[in-house]
């Protein structure tokens, strides 16, 4: 049976799609993983129609912690990032401003010119 590894997933077989839950579910490449029996099998009671499920299998999968990140240092980053976005957007603006009015002026001084 199940232990603190394990997750469960409803494949539809002909698609190799999973359930994504709910009480009229919907099937996508990755789904919806229930962490336990007593969690799936409230979901099944809660399905509005049987047959949503035809065609289908429970899939126990395990799952293995590969590596761990710090979210403070990616969320620091994201900000870090977000503002040299932005300091580009308005450079590049600014640069844009001042061809503009460049643009204007020859214009205006071609249009008064001798």
Same mark, same amino acid.
């Given at each position: 049976?199940?232990?603190?590894?394990? #997750?469960?997933?409803?494949?539809?077989?002909?698609?190799?799609k999973f359930s994504r839950g709910g009480s009229r579910p919907t099937f996508s490449k990755i789904g919806k993983a229930w962490n336990g029996w007593g969690?799936?099998?409230?979901?099944?009671?809660?399905?509005?129609?049987?047959?949503?499920?035809?065609?289908?299998?429970? #899939?126990?999968?395990?799952? #293995?912690? #590969?590596?761990?990140?710090?979210?403070?240092?990616?969320?620091?980053?994201?900000?870090?990032?977000?503002?040299?976005?932005?300091?580009?957007?308005?450079?590049?603006?600014?640069?844009?401003?001042?061809?503009?009015?460049?643009?204007?002026?020859?214009?205006?001084?071609?249009?008064?010119?001798?």
């Amino acid at each position: 049976m199940a232990d603190n590894n394990s #997750v469960f997933k409803i494949r539809h077989r002909p698609s190799g799609k999973f359930s994504r839950g709910g009480s009229r579910p919907t099937f996508s490449k990755i789904g919806k993983a229930w962490n336990g029996w007593g969690p799936l099998k409230l979901h099944l009671q809660q399905v509005s129609r049987i047959d949503s499920y035809k065609d289908c299998e429970i #899939v126990e999968c395990e799952y #293995v912690e #590969v590596r761990t990140f710090d979210p403070v240092s990616i969320m620091l980053q994201q900000r870090k990032d977000r503002a040299e976005r932005e300091r580009k957007r308005k450079e590049s603006y600014a640069e844009w401003k001042r061809a503009e009015l460049e643009r204007q002026l020859q214009e205006l001084l071609l249009k008064d010119g001798p």
